[in-house]
């Protein structure tokens, strides 16, 4: 049974959840066709750069690598899935206790990220957003998902860094607090890995860098802030 408790939980004291078996394994296959279809079409761009990375969009320089479906391209081609990012707004606000609210950003509200075999990657970095949902369409055993939990406590000295690692489980969704943890997505070796990332945002909050979007889509250095 579906435990609110421990969602909330694992939201709040360890920067994410993942909702287990929310799509049915043969619709993620289905749908992973049809991408692999789009990719080889070549109607999706591909990101590939590293090092580009600044403060300004909390991002520390690491190496991308993998066709990104944007906001257009999902509902072009995969409208059900624009779908499914509306149909569970109430459970991404019962889980974060937040009046949560979609995106009202047309490139970055729904994503794809199709990580090829071989180097697939996302550097590290911080999301601009409150609150981030990753639905996996691929099962994997390579490349989790790496996160950094901060953690400090009255009675120790210093501060100090959890590591999780999060492997892609198909039809999962993660929720994560995307702004508080350092994260990125370790290369692939032999599998695709396949995450469609959903955007969310709480309602009196939805900033978001003007840079941002033309650095992760279309590797355009960003300014520095000032
Ligand atoms: O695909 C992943 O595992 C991570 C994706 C991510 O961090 C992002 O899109 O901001
Ligand atoms: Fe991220």
Known sequence: MFDLRKHQYNYFYNLATVVEDLIPANICDHLTTRINGIIAD??????????????????????????????????????????????????????????????????????????????????????????????????????PLRMQIPRSHPSKKEPWIEHKNIYAKKGALLVMQGRKTLHDSEPTIAEQKLSVIMNYYERHDTYRHEDFDNFVYYGIKPAELV
């Not at 779908?83 to 979609?102: F, G, N, Q």
């Open 42 to 143: 070549g109607l999706v761009d591909h990101v590939c750069h590293s090092s580009l990375g600044t403060d300004a969009v909390s991002d520390l320089g690491g190496a991308y690598n993998h066709h990104i479906f944007k906001g257009e391209d999902i509902r072009t081609h995969l409208p059900e899935l624009a779908a499914v990012y509306h149909a569970v707004l109430p459970l991404i606000s019962i889980i974060t206790c937040s009046d949560t609210v979609v995106s009202p950003y047309a490139v970055s509200d729904i994503n794809i990220k199709a990580y090829p075999a071989g180097g697939g990657t996302l550097g590290l970095h911080y999301d601009t957003n409150g609150i981030t949902v990753l639905l996996s369409l691929t099962e994997n055993t390579e490349a």
